[in-house]
């Protein structure tokens, strides 16, 4: 069942998804070659500490980290390791944070050193991408409408989007119904209702949107090998519009 938030929840997310913003433009911020993406873990941890929030994903199905580093083919759920980023890695950073009873989630995808064209391509689309899915949250639209919006970009700017990863509710718990899908039928799907908050994640596949598992046992990577880029608001649906909380 759909959870409706009050706006005194909603003002409790938007405090924390603040937050959560501040500590994700710090860890891109950090991001060189060189550096290790436990670094970047240590970072995080440092940051919850900081700003006195919660880490959402550490210990969440047996998460062992608090933040998420997906490198190139990995599109999601990548955890931290000894891994030294390279020039031209295409890195996904993910995290949530719990603050006073409410979570938000949000991810950014950074290009790691020099600039590359056909990879900054990739990046931007998905980021254009969530932008895009984010303009059709209104009350009575449909959550059809949001996945077909991000599909039709992503496919006409010449990539694909991952079908069994998806978007979700989130509130007191970081995963909770609706399913946000990034492809679809407009007008399908449940109805957006004021006071519901979505976490809207694009994530976006150079080849095939097929998927298997990674090696560490918690990422998800792409099975052609093709590269992937991740973006994510958590965003909440109100009388006027959408607010984005992150």
Not at 105 to 118: F, I, M, R
Request: hydrophobic letters at 40%; a neutral charge; charged letters at 25%.
């Amino acid at each position: 069942m759909i959870k409706i938030k009050t706006k005194e929840n909603v003002a409790i997310m938007k405090e924390g998804g603040e937050i959560l913003a501040k500590i994700l433009r710090k860890l891109a911020e950090e991001v060189k070659p060189g550096i290790t993406t436990n670094h970047l873990e240590k970072l995080a941890r440092e940051l919850v500490l900081y700003y006195g929030v919660k880490p959402s994903f550490l210990g969440y199905d047996g998460y062992p980290a608090a933040l998420c580093t997906s490198v190139n083919d990995e599109i999601v759920h990548g955890m931290p390791s000894d891994r030294v980023l390279k020039d031209g890695d295409v890195l996904k950073l993910d995290m949530g944070v719990l603050h006073k009873g409410f979570h938000t989630d949000s991810a950014v995808t950074v290009l790691v050193g020099n600039p590359d064209k056909e990879k900054q391509k990739l990046i931007n689309v998905t980021r254009e991408a969530l932008k895009i899915g984010i303009s059709k949250v209104k009350v009575g639209n449909a959550l059809g409408d949001i996945g077909s919006a991000i599909q039709k970009y992503v496919e006409k700017s010449g990539f694909n989007v991952v079908r069994d990863l998806v978007g979700h509710g989130i509130g007191k718990e970081l995963h909770e119904p609706p399913q946000v899908l990034n492809y679809g039928v407009p007008g399908e799907g449940e109805e957006l209702k004021e006071g519901m908050v979505i976490a809207i994640e694009p994530m976006v596949v150079t080849g095939d949107w097929r998927i298997k598992n990674g090696k560490d046992g918690f990422g998800f990577i792409t099975k052609d090998g093709g590269l992937a880029a991740h973006f994510e608001h958590t965003v909440a649906v109100t009388k006027s519009g959408s607010s984005v909380l992150t």
